[in-house]
Protein backbone atom coordinates (compact mmCIF):
# COMPACT_ATOMS: atom_id res chain seq x y z
CA UNK A 1 0.00 0.00 0.00
CA UNK A 2 1.34 3.54 -0.91
CA UNK A 3 0.35 6.02 1.83
CA UNK A 4 -0.20 9.22 0.55
CA UNK A 5 1.94 12.21 1.50
CA UNK A 6 -0.84 13.37 4.19
CA UNK A 7 -1.27 10.01 5.75
CA UNK A 8 2.70 9.48 6.05
CA UNK A 9 2.98 13.54 7.68
CA UNK A 10 -0.24 12.40 10.61
CA UNK A 11 1.89 8.95 11.11
CA UNK A 12 5.28 10.76 11.72
CA UNK A 13 3.29 13.76 13.67
CA UNK A 14 1.70 11.35 15.93
CA UNK A 15 5.58 9.37 16.52
CA UNK A 16 6.74 12.61 17.28
CA UNK A 17 4.01 14.05 19.68
CA UNK A 18 4.77 10.90 21.71
CA UNK A 19 7.79 12.42 22.57
CA UNK A 20 6.66 15.91 23.31
CA UNK A 21 7.36 17.24 20.09
CA UNK A 22 4.76 19.59 18.06
CA UNK A 23 5.37 18.75 14.14
CA UNK A 24 2.58 21.73 13.03
CA UNK A 25 4.52 23.99 15.47
CA UNK A 26 7.52 23.22 14.00
CA UNK A 27 6.70 23.62 10.49
CA UNK A 28 5.28 26.79 11.26
CA UNK A 29 8.55 28.27 12.94
CA UNK A 30 10.75 27.11 10.32
CA UNK A 31 8.53 28.98 7.87
CA UNK A 32 9.51 32.02 9.17
CA UNK A 33 13.24 31.46 9.12
CA UNK A 34 15.14 34.13 6.84
CA UNK A 35 18.36 32.51 5.83
CA UNK A 36 20.63 35.41 3.60
CA UNK A 37 21.37 34.08 -0.19
CA UNK A 38 24.58 34.87 -0.87
CA UNK A 39 24.95 36.08 -4.02
CA UNK A 40 28.72 35.50 -4.88
CA UNK A 41 28.27 32.00 -5.45
CA UNK A 42 26.57 32.88 -9.00
CA UNK A 43 29.58 34.31 -10.61
CA UNK A 44 32.33 32.84 -8.24
CA UNK A 45 33.14 36.24 -6.28
CA UNK A 46 33.84 38.83 -9.50
CA UNK A 47 30.98 41.45 -9.36
CA UNK A 48 30.69 43.88 -11.89
CA UNK A 49 32.96 46.64 -10.77
CA UNK A 50 36.56 45.01 -12.03
CA UNK A 51 37.91 42.73 -14.37
CA UNK A 52 40.47 41.34 -13.01
CA UNK A 53 40.47 37.98 -10.65
CA UNK A 54 39.14 37.14 -7.42
CA UNK A 55 42.20 37.94 -4.70
CA UNK A 56 42.58 38.47 -1.16
CA UNK A 57 43.03 34.83 0.21
CA UNK A 58 40.27 32.99 -1.30
CA UNK A 59 39.71 31.33 -4.21
CA UNK A 60 37.30 29.56 -6.58
CA UNK A 61 38.08 26.20 -8.40
CA UNK A 62 36.22 24.80 -11.13
CA UNK A 63 34.88 26.11 -14.95
CA UNK A 64 31.50 24.54 -14.86
CA UNK A 65 29.91 26.27 -18.03
CA UNK A 66 27.04 29.09 -17.82
CA UNK A 67 28.14 31.51 -14.93
CA UNK A 68 26.57 34.64 -14.67
CA UNK A 69 28.82 37.61 -16.18
CA UNK A 70 25.77 40.61 -15.89
CA UNK A 71 23.13 41.39 -13.61
CA UNK A 72 20.64 39.97 -15.64
CA UNK A 73 21.90 36.70 -15.68
CA UNK A 74 22.92 36.62 -11.88
CA UNK A 75 19.00 38.15 -10.73
CA UNK A 76 17.68 35.36 -12.94
CA UNK A 77 19.69 32.88 -11.66
CA UNK A 78 19.24 34.05 -8.06
CA UNK A 79 14.93 34.01 -9.03
CA UNK A 80 15.51 30.63 -10.36
CA UNK A 81 17.04 29.39 -6.76
CA UNK A 82 14.13 31.35 -5.08
CA UNK A 83 11.45 29.01 -6.84
CA UNK A 84 13.16 25.94 -5.24
CA UNK A 85 13.58 26.93 -2.05
CA UNK A 86 10.34 27.31 0.22
CA UNK A 87 9.95 30.62 2.24
CA UNK A 88 10.75 34.25 2.18
CA UNK A 89 14.31 34.84 2.69
CA UNK A 90 17.52 37.69 2.39
CA UNK A 91 19.93 38.22 -0.30
CA UNK A 92 23.17 38.58 1.23
CA UNK A 93 25.02 41.57 -1.55
CA UNK A 94 28.75 42.43 -1.71
CA UNK A 95 29.95 45.86 -2.53
CA UNK A 96 31.47 44.94 -5.72
CA UNK A 97 28.15 43.93 -7.37
CA UNK A 98 27.73 47.70 -7.63
CA UNK A 99 25.74 47.95 -10.46
CA UNK A 100 27.02 51.05 -13.00
CA UNK A 101 24.32 52.35 -15.59
CA UNK A 102 25.52 54.39 -18.52
CA UNK A 103 29.11 54.35 -18.43
CA UNK A 104 29.41 56.03 -15.18
CA UNK A 105 31.66 54.34 -12.42
CA UNK A 106 32.88 54.59 -9.33
CA UNK A 107 35.66 53.46 -6.79
CA UNK A 108 34.81 51.24 -3.95
CA UNK A 109 35.15 54.69 -1.32
CA UNK A 110 32.73 56.59 -3.34
CA UNK A 111 30.22 53.74 -3.45
CA UNK A 112 26.30 55.17 -3.20
CA UNK A 113 23.17 53.99 -2.49
CA UNK A 114 22.11 54.81 -5.94
CA UNK A 115 24.50 52.28 -7.62
CA UNK A 116 21.74 49.42 -5.51
CA UNK A 117 19.06 50.87 -6.51
CA UNK A 118 18.20 47.61 -9.12
CA UNK A 119 18.77 45.10 -6.30
CA UNK A 120 16.34 47.11 -3.74
CA UNK A 121 14.02 46.88 -6.90
CA UNK A 122 14.62 43.05 -7.51
CA UNK A 123 13.94 42.56 -3.44
CA UNK A 124 11.45 44.88 -3.05
CA UNK A 125 9.86 42.85 -5.87
CA UNK A 126 10.02 39.79 -4.11
CA UNK A 127 9.80 40.72 -0.10
CA UNK A 128 13.18 40.17 0.31
CA UNK A 129 15.33 41.18 2.54
CA UNK A 130 18.85 42.97 1.73
CA UNK A 131 22.63 42.04 3.95
CA UNK A 132 25.28 43.63 2.85
CA UNK A 133 29.68 43.13 2.77
CA UNK A 134 32.58 45.61 2.46
CA UNK A 135 34.40 44.15 -0.38
CA UNK A 136 38.49 45.03 0.93
CA UNK A 137 39.42 42.45 -2.10
CA UNK A 138 39.94 41.41 -5.76
CA UNK A 139 41.23 45.76 -5.76
CA UNK A 140 44.33 47.01 -6.90
CA UNK A 141 44.61 48.98 -2.94
CA UNK A 142 43.74 45.43 -1.51
CA UNK A 143 46.88 43.92 -2.11
CA UNK A 144 47.60 42.54 1.03
CA UNK A 145 47.07 44.73 4.17
CA UNK A 146 43.96 47.33 3.82
CA UNK A 147 42.62 48.65 7.14
CA UNK A 148 45.85 47.96 8.50
CA UNK A 149 48.24 48.95 5.70
CA UNK A 150 50.66 51.26 7.40
CA UNK A 151 50.16 53.60 4.42
CA UNK A 152 47.34 56.26 5.74
CA UNK A 153 45.93 56.80 2.12
CA UNK A 154 45.01 53.30 1.90
CA UNK A 155 43.56 53.08 5.32
CA UNK A 156 41.52 55.62 4.39
CA UNK A 157 40.45 54.81 1.46
CA UNK A 158 39.01 51.79 2.72
CA UNK A 159 37.73 53.41 5.84
CA UNK A 160 36.14 55.62 3.44
CA UNK A 161 34.66 52.46 1.56
CA UNK A 162 33.01 51.13 5.19
CA UNK A 163 31.69 54.17 5.34
CA UNK A 164 30.05 54.33 2.12
CA UNK A 165 28.73 50.48 2.87
CA UNK A 166 26.98 51.36 6.00
CA UNK A 167 25.21 54.37 4.03
CA UNK A 168 24.21 52.05 1.40
CA UNK A 169 23.30 49.23 4.31
CA UNK A 170 20.99 52.66 6.11
CA UNK A 171 19.45 53.01 2.15
CA UNK A 172 18.65 49.03 2.11
CA UNK A 173 16.77 49.43 5.72
CA UNK A 174 15.18 52.03 4.77
CA UNK A 175 13.87 51.02 1.60
CA UNK A 176 12.96 47.39 2.95
CA UNK A 177 11.51 48.21 6.29
CA UNK A 178 13.69 45.46 7.47
CA UNK A 179 17.28 45.34 9.58
CA UNK A 180 20.45 44.70 7.40
CA UNK A 181 23.32 43.07 8.68
CA UNK A 182 26.79 44.87 7.27
CA UNK A 183 29.29 42.26 7.41
CA UNK A 184 33.29 43.40 7.82
CA UNK A 185 35.96 40.69 6.55
CA UNK A 186 39.59 41.78 6.10
CA UNK A 187 42.01 39.29 4.61
CA UNK A 188 44.66 41.51 5.72
CA UNK A 189 47.45 39.21 6.69
CA UNK A 190 51.20 37.96 5.80
CA UNK A 191 52.50 34.74 3.88
CA UNK A 192 55.55 34.54 6.26
CA UNK A 193 56.54 34.79 9.78
CA UNK A 194 55.77 38.75 10.91
CA UNK A 195 58.42 40.99 12.32
CA UNK A 196 55.44 43.03 13.93
CA UNK A 197 52.28 41.79 14.56
CA UNK A 198 51.10 44.40 17.29
CA UNK A 199 51.12 47.05 14.57
CA UNK A 200 48.76 45.78 11.87
CA UNK A 201 46.25 44.71 14.71
CA UNK A 202 46.52 48.15 16.52
CA UNK A 203 45.97 50.07 12.70
CA UNK A 204 42.73 47.80 12.07
CA UNK A 205 41.31 48.65 15.78
CA UNK A 206 41.70 52.01 15.02
CA UNK A 207 40.36 52.02 11.76
CA UNK A 208 37.33 50.06 13.14
CA UNK A 209 37.04 52.58 16.08
CA UNK A 210 37.04 55.80 13.38
CA UNK A 211 33.79 53.77 11.31
CA UNK A 212 31.94 52.50 14.15
CA UNK A 213 32.57 56.45 14.93
CA UNK A 214 29.99 57.53 12.58
CA UNK A 215 26.26 58.20 13.03
CA UNK A 216 24.73 55.62 11.74
CA UNK A 217 21.15 53.81 12.70
CA UNK A 218 21.93 51.25 15.15
CA UNK A 219 18.21 49.70 15.55
CA UNK A 220 18.69 48.70 12.02
CA UNK A 221 21.93 48.05 10.75
CA UNK A 222 23.85 45.74 12.26
CA UNK A 223 27.58 45.73 12.21
CA UNK A 224 29.68 42.47 12.21
CA UNK A 225 33.09 41.40 12.08
CA UNK A 226 34.31 38.45 10.50
CA UNK A 227 36.95 36.07 12.42
CA UNK A 228 39.52 34.40 10.56
CA UNK A 229 42.38 31.65 11.11
CA UNK A 230 44.89 32.34 7.90
CA UNK A 231 43.98 32.94 4.07
CA UNK A 232 46.15 31.57 1.19
CA UNK A 233 49.24 33.54 0.50
CA UNK A 234 48.24 35.01 4.34
CA UNK A 235 49.26 31.30 5.88
CA UNK A 236 51.31 33.14 8.73
CA UNK A 237 49.59 36.25 9.82
CA UNK A 238 45.88 37.26 9.90
CA UNK A 239 45.51 40.21 11.33
CA UNK A 240 41.29 39.83 12.18
CA UNK A 241 41.58 36.45 13.94
CA UNK A 242 39.72 35.15 15.74
CA UNK A 243 41.01 36.39 18.90
CA UNK A 244 40.94 39.68 17.62
CA UNK A 245 37.59 39.70 15.75
CA UNK A 246 35.87 38.47 19.12
CA UNK A 247 37.43 40.72 21.32
CA UNK A 248 36.62 43.93 19.12
CA UNK A 249 33.08 43.00 18.33
CA UNK A 250 32.19 41.74 22.05
CA UNK A 251 33.78 44.82 23.59
CA UNK A 252 32.95 47.06 20.86
CA UNK A 253 28.69 45.68 21.43
CA UNK A 254 29.03 45.16 17.32
CA UNK A 255 28.23 41.67 15.98
CA UNK A 256 30.83 38.85 16.20
CA UNK A 257 30.65 36.56 12.60
CA UNK A 258 31.58 32.99 12.76
CA UNK A 259 32.22 31.18 9.40
CA UNK A 260 32.49 27.83 10.37
CA UNK A 261 35.35 27.52 7.54
CA UNK A 262 37.69 29.78 9.35
CA UNK A 263 38.60 27.93 12.51
CA UNK A 264 41.27 25.25 12.66
CA UNK A 265 39.95 21.69 11.60
CA UNK A 266 38.73 20.23 14.70
CA UNK A 267 37.53 23.34 16.09
CA UNK A 268 33.91 23.42 15.72
CA UNK A 269 31.30 27.17 15.73
CA UNK A 270 28.28 24.80 17.19
CA UNK A 271 30.89 24.80 20.38
CA UNK A 272 31.40 28.43 20.13
CA UNK A 273 27.70 29.83 19.75
CA UNK A 274 26.61 29.25 23.51
CA UNK A 275 30.08 31.34 24.96
CA UNK A 276 28.84 34.01 22.00
CA UNK A 277 25.11 34.39 23.08
CA UNK A 278 26.33 35.05 26.60
CA UNK A 279 28.32 38.16 26.04
CA UNK A 280 26.37 39.14 22.70
CA UNK A 281 22.97 40.52 22.19
CA UNK A 282 23.48 38.95 17.91
CA UNK A 283 25.16 36.53 16.75
CA UNK A 284 25.83 36.12 12.86
CA UNK A 285 26.99 32.93 11.29
CA UNK A 286 28.32 32.34 7.24
CA UNK A 287 26.92 28.62 6.90
CA UNK A 288 29.71 26.86 4.57
CA UNK A 289 31.64 23.35 4.40
CA UNK A 290 35.37 23.85 4.86
CA UNK A 291 37.14 20.12 3.31
CA UNK A 292 40.26 20.19 5.38
CA UNK A 293 41.09 23.92 5.08
CA UNK A 294 38.42 26.75 3.93
CA UNK A 295 37.46 25.20 0.69
CA UNK A 296 33.77 26.50 0.60
CA UNK A 297 32.03 23.63 -0.21
CA UNK A 298 28.27 23.34 -0.41
CA UNK A 299 26.40 23.10 2.44
CA UNK A 300 25.48 19.51 3.12
CA UNK A 301 23.00 18.54 6.30
CA UNK A 302 26.03 16.72 7.94
CA UNK A 303 26.69 16.47 11.83
CA UNK A 304 27.99 20.15 12.20
CA UNK A 305 25.30 21.92 10.32
CA UNK A 306 22.72 20.01 12.80
CA UNK A 307 24.94 20.68 15.85
CA UNK A 308 24.66 24.53 14.74
CA UNK A 309 20.90 24.52 13.91
CA UNK A 310 20.49 22.79 17.15
CA UNK A 311 22.19 25.55 19.34
CA UNK A 312 20.03 28.09 17.89
CA UNK A 313 17.35 26.19 18.45
CA UNK A 314 17.34 25.05 21.87
CA UNK A 315 19.06 28.11 23.35
CA UNK A 316 15.95 29.99 21.78
CA UNK A 317 18.30 32.24 19.81
CA UNK A 318 16.70 32.90 16.64
CA UNK A 319 15.86 36.48 17.38
CA UNK A 320 19.44 37.32 18.17
CA UNK A 321 20.84 35.16 14.95
CA UNK A 322 22.05 36.37 11.32
CA UNK A 323 22.44 33.77 9.42
CA UNK A 324 24.05 33.56 5.58
CA UNK A 325 25.19 31.13 3.77
CA UNK A 326 29.03 31.86 2.46
CA UNK A 327 30.16 29.20 -0.46
CA UNK A 328 31.64 29.03 -3.65
CA UNK A 329 32.07 25.98 -6.10
CA UNK A 330 32.70 26.63 -9.78
CA UNK A 331 32.42 22.98 -10.54
CA UNK A 332 29.11 22.31 -10.46
CA UNK A 333 25.83 23.81 -11.63
CA UNK A 334 25.84 27.10 -9.58
CA UNK A 335 22.27 27.77 -9.25
CA UNK A 336 21.29 24.41 -7.96
CA UNK A 337 24.40 24.84 -5.16
CA UNK A 338 22.39 27.60 -4.19
CA UNK A 339 18.84 25.50 -3.84
CA UNK A 340 21.14 22.94 -2.35
CA UNK A 341 22.33 24.90 0.37
CA UNK A 342 19.60 26.41 1.19
CA UNK A 343 17.46 23.53 1.38
CA UNK A 344 19.78 21.71 3.77
CA UNK A 345 20.24 24.70 6.22
CA UNK A 346 16.65 24.32 6.30
CA UNK A 347 16.68 20.44 7.18
CA UNK A 348 19.02 21.41 9.99
CA UNK A 349 16.92 23.99 11.64
CA UNK A 350 14.07 21.64 11.30
CA UNK A 351 15.65 18.73 12.80
CA UNK A 352 16.95 20.77 15.29
CA UNK A 353 13.34 22.20 15.89
CA UNK A 354 12.23 18.34 15.85
CA UNK A 355 13.84 17.55 18.67
CA UNK A 356 12.70 17.16 22.15
CA UNK A 357 15.37 19.44 23.86
CA UNK A 358 13.85 20.14 27.36
CA UNK A 359 14.05 16.44 28.16
CA UNK A 360 17.35 15.58 26.09
CA UNK A 361 19.04 18.33 28.88
CA UNK A 362 17.33 17.07 31.60
CA UNK A 363 18.77 13.59 31.07
CA UNK A 364 21.74 15.30 30.89
CA UNK A 365 21.33 17.86 34.04
CA UNK A 366 20.58 13.77 35.87
CA UNK A 367 23.12 12.16 34.88
CA UNK A 368 21.08 10.28 33.02
CA UNK A 369 24.14 9.78 29.92
CA UNK A 370 23.50 6.25 28.64
CA UNK A 371 19.61 7.04 28.41
CA UNK A 372 20.45 10.16 26.59
CA UNK A 373 23.03 8.84 24.33
CA UNK A 374 20.17 6.34 23.20
CA UNK A 375 17.33 8.81 22.77
CA UNK A 376 19.83 11.00 20.61
CA UNK A 377 20.59 7.83 18.31
CA UNK A 378 16.99 6.78 18.15
CA UNK A 379 15.99 10.21 17.06
CA UNK A 380 18.21 10.01 13.56
CA UNK A 381 15.75 7.37 13.05
CA UNK A 382 12.50 9.35 13.65
CA UNK A 383 9.99 10.44 10.13
CA UNK A 384 12.04 13.27 9.79
CA UNK A 385 11.35 13.14 6.26
CA UNK A 386 7.62 13.00 6.19
CA UNK A 387 7.61 16.10 8.13
CA UNK A 388 10.05 17.59 5.69
CA UNK A 389 7.75 16.78 2.35
CA UNK A 390 4.62 18.37 4.25
CA UNK A 391 6.48 21.88 4.68
CA UNK A 392 7.67 21.49 1.46
CA UNK A 393 4.07 20.24 0.20
CA UNK A 394 2.60 23.72 2.09
CA UNK A 395 5.40 26.09 0.66
CA UNK A 396 4.40 24.62 -2.66
CA UNK A 397 7.71 23.11 -3.70
CA UNK A 398 8.89 20.02 -4.54
CA UNK A 399 10.35 18.32 -1.15
CA UNK A 400 12.31 15.43 -2.98
CA UNK A 401 15.34 15.38 -5.90
CA UNK A 402 12.78 16.08 -8.87
CA UNK A 403 13.44 19.90 -8.59
CA UNK A 404 17.11 19.27 -9.89
CA UNK A 405 15.02 18.40 -13.01
CA UNK A 406 13.83 22.10 -12.98
CA UNK A 407 17.76 22.97 -12.83
CA UNK A 408 18.59 21.22 -15.51
CA UNK A 409 15.94 22.43 -17.84
CA UNK A 410 17.30 25.91 -16.95
CA UNK A 411 20.95 24.83 -17.91
CA UNK A 412 19.73 23.61 -21.38
CA UNK A 413 17.57 26.46 -22.43
CA UNK A 414 19.37 29.42 -20.32
CA UNK A 415 22.91 28.53 -18.89
CA UNK A 416 24.32 26.70 -21.78
CA UNK A 417 23.28 29.70 -24.07
CA UNK A 418 24.83 31.98 -22.57
CA UNK A 419 27.45 34.20 -24.48
CA UNK A 420 30.16 33.27 -21.90
CA UNK A 421 29.63 29.56 -22.94
CA UNK A 422 29.44 29.68 -26.78
CA UNK A 423 32.44 31.81 -27.32
C1 LIG B 1 36.34 34.72 3.30
C2 LIG B 1 35.12 35.03 4.07
C3 LIG B 1 34.17 36.00 3.42
C4 LIG B 1 33.99 35.75 1.95
C5 LIG B 1 32.85 36.52 1.31
C6 LIG B 1 32.95 36.55 -0.16
O1 LIG B 1 37.08 33.70 3.82
O2 LIG B 1 34.45 33.86 4.41
O3 LIG B 1 32.97 36.00 4.09
O4 LIG B 1 33.79 34.41 1.66
O5 LIG B 1 32.78 37.76 1.87
ZN1 LIG C 1 32.51 34.05 5.34
Given at each position: ????????????????????????????????????????????????????????G????????????????????????????????????????????????????????????????????????????????????????????????????????????????????????????????LPDGL????????????????????????????????????AKVFG??MESYTVGS??F???????????????????????????????????????????????????????????????????????????????????????????????????????????????????????????????????????????????????????????????????????????????????
Amino acid sequence: MIMSTESRYQFAKENYSKIGVDTDAAIERLGKIKISLHCWQGDDVIGFDHDGPLTGGIQTTGDYPGKATTPDELMADIDKALSLIPGTHKLSLHANYAIFENGEFADRDKLEPKHFAKWVAFAKERGLGIDFNGTYFSHPKAKQLTLANPDKEIRDFWISHTKACIRISEYFAAELGQPVLFNIWLPDGLKDVPADRFGPRRRTKEALDEILGMEYDKSKVFVSLEAKVFGIGMESYTVGSPDFSSLYATSKGIVPLLDNGHYHPTETVSDKISSFLLFNDRLALHLTRPVRWDSDHVVLFDDETREIAKEIIRNDALDKMFLGMDFFDASINRVGAWVVGMRNVQKALLYALLSPNKQLAEMQDTEQYSELMVFQEELKFYPFEDVWEQFCEQSGMIAGRDWFDEIKTYEQSVLSKRESVIE
